[in-house]
């Protein structure tokens, strides 16, 4: 059996907004965790492209990536993910180039194809109802902007071209699996919020997977949120303090919920639902939740794991994954 000793770790960070705190106080602090990953041995960090929620501060994801990799030296950074049906692939190539010819060696980028908001945010973004049927005509243009062989004559992304930025596809059903395996490229499955169809969706890939100029076998990574602490009885609190938070940010819209209106929440068929959506989460004391981890690991037939500390608080997350690296054996910079 696999464990979390013998996969890359990896980390997804929100960039959570808490409640009374500010984008910048989030984005300070997200600065903070990429340092102590990098400092402790994870192998990436990851942000992704949310839109019009009041507790995600990393919407322009590309500045957000180009902030934390001017204040850390070696980790790799990138989005998990783009996504790009919003926006153009010329544009997403110059901004990664950029990101590349500053930070070679560095730079990752995960494509999704959901709007990463609701349909009202969509229309704000001027996104084309079609767009997310383009997404692998897209994903090839793009790829074709990055390694400088264009798939538009007479135009190259620069910076851009001759970059090699990495694609990972990210997804949440068979749709991505098989696209993934299709182009020959990673696959992140977000099995942290949505973990309905990870096994099927990971054995399609497997199966389905050909060979590419950039992966040469199949490459899974997989998200899981991770909560510890020092006692089993601090982790279950922030446990019930996270399902709270979540009802606010998705059923209210961020609005303020006394913690009985919360519960009320979550024990209806809706809220039940959001539970589900956290299936996938390893909680407890560093040894139990490394436990976890080894069966998860073995569970969802993963490469890597991208944890997503998931604590109330930063000082929680940031806890977090320090009691994690210490028990998954990680390598220290």
């Known amino acids: 059996m696999t464990s979390p000793s013998s996969v890359p770790l990896s980390i997804l ?15 300070t602090a997200s600065v903070t965790l990429a340092q102590r990953a990098e400092a402790l041995g994870y192998s990436r960090v990851w942000y992704a492209e949310h839109h019009n929620m009041a507790a995600i501060a990393s919407s322009a994801t590309s500045v957000l990536i180009a902030h934390v990799a001017a204040h850390t030296r070696t980790i790799r950074l990138g989005a998990g993910g783009i996504m790009l049906p919003n926006h153009s692939p010329l544009v997403i190539a110059e901004q990664f180039g950029t990101l590349a010819s500053l930070h070679p060696g560095r730079i990752d980028l995960g494509l999704g ?35 400088g062989e264009s798939r538009v004559d007479g135009v190259d992304a620069i910076p851009g071209k001759g970059t090699d930025v990495p694609l990972y596809v990210l997804g949440s059903s068979l749709y991505g699996a098989q696209l993934a395996a299709l182009l020959g ?16 969706a990971v054995a399609t890939y497997r199966r389905e997977f050909r060979p590419s100029a950039q992966l040469d076998a199949p490459y899974v990574m997989a998200g899981v949120n991770v909560i510890l602490a020092d006692t089993d009885d601090a982790a279950q609190e922030q446990l019930v303090a996270v399902r709270r938070a979540r009802v ?48 998860f690991t073995a569970h969802a037939d993963a490469d890597e794991l991208v944890v997503v500390p998931a604590g109330p608080t930063a000082a929680d997350r940031l806890h977090s994954i320090e009691l994690l690296a210490g028990v998954a054996g990680l390598v220290p910079a």
Request: proline letters at 6%; hydrophobic letters at 45%.
């Open 113 to 147: 194809r959901a709007p990463g908001s609701d349909q009202v945010t969509a229309q704000a973004l001027r996104r084309d109802v079609y767009a997310a049927d383009r997404f692998p005509e897209d994903v090839l243009e793009l790829q074709g902007f990055l390694t």
């Open 13 to 27: 960070d929100l960039a959570i907004v808490e409640r009374g705190a500010t984008p910048r106080d989030a984005l």
């Open 185 to 200: 490229l990673p696959y992140a499955f977000a099995s942290h919020f949505a973990p309905q169809a990870l096994e099927q």
């Open 248 to 295: 606010a940010r998705f059923v209210e819209r961020g609005a303020a919920l006394t913690d009985a209106q919360a519960d009320a929440v979550l024990a209806s068929p809706q809220g039940r639902h959001l539970a589900t959506m956290m299936r996938y989460t390893a909680v407890g004391i560093p040894e139990l939740v490394r436990r976890y981890l080894d069966e």
